[in-house]
């Protein structure tokens, strides 16, 4: 009996931690953190993002790609489906989701600082953050967060 109340709550930990995914604008928080803080340990660990160069963390199953300088992220970019670093299904931030149109993506975050809709681009500038948006075939399919 002791046996099985330890088992299931080792069941119970482990469905926690898997259930606290860093999605939407959390995503957001990551870039500028240390890769020391618990909240990056967790992020890379859940993502399994793993070091392929002295400056890139890159998952080849969830769809992101980091970039690192001093210890610190300066950008991640998230894909909607990619070949090389898969697909990335969980909540992106402010709330746009892949596959909508540059048009909806205006329309929920107002006009862009830069775009270029010959090419699918957008940028916004949300405080210390730049957030870009690239369309395929009018379609979203890639955001990146940089930091300033």
């Known amino acids: 009996m002791k046996k099985l109340i330890t088992l299931s709550l080792s069941l119970i930990f482990f469905i926690s931690l898997h259930a606290q995914v860093i999605q939407g604008d959390g995503l957001i928080d ?17 993502y399994e993002l793993k070091n392929t160069t ?7 199953k969830y769809g992101i790609d980091i970039s690192v300088r001093n210890d610190t992220i ?4 998230i894909y909607q489906n990619n070949s090389l670093y898969g697909n990335y299904t969980n909540n992106l931030p402010k ?11 205006i329309k929920k975050l107002g ?20 957030m870009s948006y690239w369309f ?12 300033k």
């Open 30 to 46: 990551i870039v500028g953190s240390r890769l020391s803080d618990p909240a990056v340990e967790h992020f890379l660990s859940i």
């Open 54 to 60: 002295d400056s890139k963390y890159s998952s080849f």
């Open 74 to 77: 300066i950008d991640m970019s």
């Open 95 to 105: 709330g746009i989701k892949f596959g909508c149109s540059s048009a909806d993506v």
């Open 111 to 130: 006009k862009p600082s830069t775009l270029y809709s010959n090419s699918g681009y957008a940028e916004y500038m949300f405080g210390k953050y730049i």
């Open 136 to 147: 395929e075939e009018e379609k979203l399919s890639q955001v990146t967060i940089l930091l």
